[in-house]
């Protein structure tokens, strides 16, 4: 019996309802994947679940049966949960299954070693594959390419948009953490994990929902905890320090860069020198300035050691453009308008793809620090011009919070002015 709610119902009833048989609809998947052939066997197999498709065949399903990669990989968790439940049910032996699993690998292997079986060698593979017990290689290599592919940040891109793409995938992750893995695959399992969660706490942070992004980091640094990785854990601890920070707790931002300096070490590490720069910027909120000053200090030190792999401009490296961000935000907080500017000029000239966020956080820094130097009214111009130019997608979580920081330190009509520019949808 298959699962009712399972991939093989999903793909058969879909393709019922267009009346294509499988080898039409076979030829069907053909426009999407450039031409390249198809073979309908594999229909056959998914749809009797005699196999699962894999992830590498998600996007073409979504696109070839009009559904979501979301609904692709919730029909194949659902499958293997069937599986899983109905083997146990069934009280199959494990010898006997084991059994049958060795005469399939050897059946698919006798055929992928003839010569003339080279057409098919794709599908030896599948066969391989599904004899080796508990193989979840193709899961798993997914999986850390995906954590490789979402940690290089937004591209222009709203943090909606990628949350959404990232869907699937957290998915994925869900389920294969469910499975059994020896020692060594369960520790880069849980570091993938951990990476993967941390970049979702990042965007929840960045879209302002702050007790949400709390719970994936905390997920986060229990993966990153069993993973036994010293660097993926200060990196959780470093990132998830911006939450407090961002949205108006700087000692609870403290203590968590404090963690994460020291778990971090003495190495020139992204890691390292992030927690500085969260140092720098929470001491400064909290009006300890001469600490602000010796944390700055200590970030620029980590900053010019930081090989070409740590300061990678990824959500996991340490590029000189954030490093002048995070301090332009530190001297803007002490009122060092002049180092603050620098800092801004320095950032904004290595801002060279869109970077939307960025570049609005570097302009509101610029307007409290005009405020600072006794010009509200140029304050207030370049706020409300840098809100006004924003995307919808943009207008809320940390560029709000930033945009609210500034309307508080302008007085009269110019604190009016952007009170009321902040309240137009």
Known sequence: MM????IGVLLRE????????????????VRFQDGEPFDAGNLKRWEKEKRLPTPRWYQLL??????????I????????????????????????????????????AALATGI??????????TGINAGLSGSDAGDLAYLDGAFERHRGGYHGRSPVVVL???????????????????????????????????????????????????????TAEQAARESGDKQMLAWVLARHAMVPLNYGASNAAANLAARARAESGDAPTASAALAAAVTARALASAGDHQGALRAVADARTIAERLDGTQAADTWFGYPMQKHHVHLSQAFTLMGHTRDAYAEQE??????????????????????TCLCSDGDPTSAVDKAVDVWEKLPPAYRGGLIRTRAEAVRQVLPGAAHDRLEEALATP
Request: glycine share 8%.
């Open 62 to 71: 979504a696109e070839g049966y009009e559904l979501t990669v979301q609904e």
């Open 14 to 29: 879909r393709r019922e309802a267009t009346g294509r048989s499988r080898e039409e609809q076979a030829l069907f998947l």
């Open 164 to 218: 959404d793409q990232m869907k699937a995938d957290l998915n994925l992750l869900r389920d294969v953490l469910g499975r059994p893995h020896p020692a060594g695959i369960r520790t880069d399992l849980a570091r993938t994990a951990a990476g993967i969660t941390g970049l979702v706490a990042i965007i929840q942070h960045d879209r302002g929902d702050q007790r949400d992004a709390h719970g994936w980091f905390a």
């Open 3 to 6: 699962a009712p709610d399972g």
């Open 346 to 367: 320095a950032a904004l000239a290595l801002t060279h793809s869109p970077s939307i966020m960025v570049r609005a956080l570097l302009e509101m820094d610029a307007a």
């Open 116 to 125: 003339t079986a080279v057409p098919g060698i794709a599908e030896a593979r």
């Open 73 to 108: 990989v919730r029909a194949v968790t659902a499958s293997r949960r069937w599986r899983r439940a109905t083997r146990h049910a069934d009280g199959v032996d494990g010898e006997e299954e084991t059994a049958v699993k060795r005469r399939s690998f050897l059946s698919v």
